[in-house]
């Protein structure tokens, strides 16, 4: 059995070492336990052990999995990371606290309507494909600066950071160093990036947010 709170222990005490060794403040770094395909059981274990925001990456999943872990633990906190389709924008909206993956405007569109249907205003984070990807969602950089002024000025978005996901078996310095200067740029606080291989070179580039799950929970299978 995967021993979640010992594990949460090891990557507590790894992000405090890799925050004070880049100069910052360990608070200023928010652990996100990825708890995608791991049962709701799971989540509980390391909610007991003091882990409080969980990440998912499928709507419906969380859908399933949530509504009895937020009844039993009211200050649970969780965040969609992954890709999400126009027409659950009302559901993500309503499920999640905070959305990483806002990835182009027809999506910001589909999130101001939710949120004006349902009231719910979730932060989101604008997520950027670094690596340049075909295969994978994200703005391309150049086209921050104007999605983000739509964003904020056409949709009323509560724009809140950037995300971004390395191309697997790159360098992911580079990456998370781009995405910590575009946010700069536009004066966003929050960077949510670093996943279990990398998170403490996330840290040392500014992460605010890093989303871990194998190093928790073992891997997934
Ligand atoms: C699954 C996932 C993670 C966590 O990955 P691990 O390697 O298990 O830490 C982080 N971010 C996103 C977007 C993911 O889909």
């Known amino acids: 059995m995967t021993d979640i709170a010992g594990n949460l222990e090891r990557v507590r ?61 009211p200050n649970l906190k969780l965040h969609l990371i992954g890709p999400l389709q126009t027409n659950k924008a009302v559901d993500a909206v309503s499920t999640f606290d905070a959305i990483h993956s806002l990835d182009r405007p027809k999506l910001m569109q589909s999130l101001a309507d939710a949120m004006g249907k349902t009231g719910k205003r979730p932060g989101c984070f604008i997520q950027i494909n670094t690596g340049r990807e075909p295969q994978k969602a994200g703005l391309a950089p150049e086209d921050l600066d104007s999605a983000l002024a739509r964003a904020k000025e056409e949709f009323k978005l509560p724009i809140v950071g950037l995300m971004c996901i390395p191309p697997v078996g790159a360098d992911p310095a580079p990456h998370f160093e781009l995405l910590c200067k575009l946010a700069r740029r536009n004066a966003l606080p929050c960077l949510s990036m670093g996943m279990s291989h990398d998170y403490e070179i996330a840290i040392a580039h500014g992460a605010t947010h890093v989303r871990v799950g194998s190093a928790i929970f073992g891997s997934r299978a």
């Open 13 to 73: 005490a790894a992000i405090e070492r890799a925050a004070i060794k880049a100069g910052r403040d360990p608070r200023s770094v928010a652990l996100m336990a990825v708890s995608k395909t791991y049962p709701a059981a799971d989540v509980s274990t390391a909610f007991a052990a003091g882990q409080a925001l969980f990440g998912e990456n499928r709507v419906q999943e969380a859908q399933k999995k949530f509504p009895a872990l937020r009844a039993a633990h």
